[in-house]
C-alpha cells in the first residue's frame, strides 16, 4: 500500500487542524493505521491508531489525547487525524502508517509509510 499524507501547514497555538493519508493500493481496511510525528533532534512519536475495518478500536499517546482523534473511511481510502488546541510543541513533521500487526505502537511495526506533512504551530 502507498501512502500519501496532507494537510499539515502553519498554524497559531489553539487553532485546530486535520490531516488526511490517502491509500493507493487494494485491501486498505486490512490495515491498521497510525500516525507518528518527528520533530528536528528527537524520535519518532507514536501518536494514534486506529483498527481494521470499522475502526471501531482507537488508542493513543498520552501527550495528545483528549486533544487528537483518529478517523478512517475505508470507501475514501483515507485516515485522517483531527488536532485541536494546537500548541508549539506539537510542531513536527506528522508521517501516517499502515501496519498488520494488532496495536502497533512502536514505528518498527509498521511497514508503509507517507511521504509526511509538516505541522508549525506558532506561539
Known amino acids: 500500500v502507498q501512502l500519501q499524507a496532507s494537510g499539515g501547514g502553519l498554524v497559531q497555538a489553539g487553532d485546530s487542524l486535520r490531516l488526511s493519508c490517502a491509500a493507493s493500493?487494494?485491501?486498505?481496511?486490512?490495515?491498521?493505521m497510525g500516525w507518528f510525528r518527528q520533530a528536528p533532534g528527537k524520535e519518532r512519536e507514536f501518536l494514534a491508531g486506529i483498527f481494521r475495518w470499522s475502526g471501531s478500536t482507537t488508542y493513543y499517546a498520552d501527550t495528545v489525547k483528549g486533544r487528537f482523534t483518529i478517523s478512517r473511511d475505508n470507501a475514501k481510502n483515507t485516515v485522517y487525524l483531527q488536532m485541536n488546541s494546537l500548541k508549539a510543541e506539537d510542531t513536527a513533521t506528522y508521517y501516517c502508517?499502515?501496519?498488520?500487526?494488532?496495536?502497533?505502537?512502536?514505528?518498527?511495526?509498521?511497514?508503509?509509510w507517507g511521504q509526511g506533512t509538516q505541522v508549525t504551530v506558532s506561539s
Open positions: 493500493g487494494r485491501s486498505f481496511g486490512n490495515y491498521v
Open positions: 502508517a499502515a501496519s498488520t500487526r494488532y496495536t502497533p505502537r512502536d514505528a518498527a511495526e509498521y511497514a508503509y
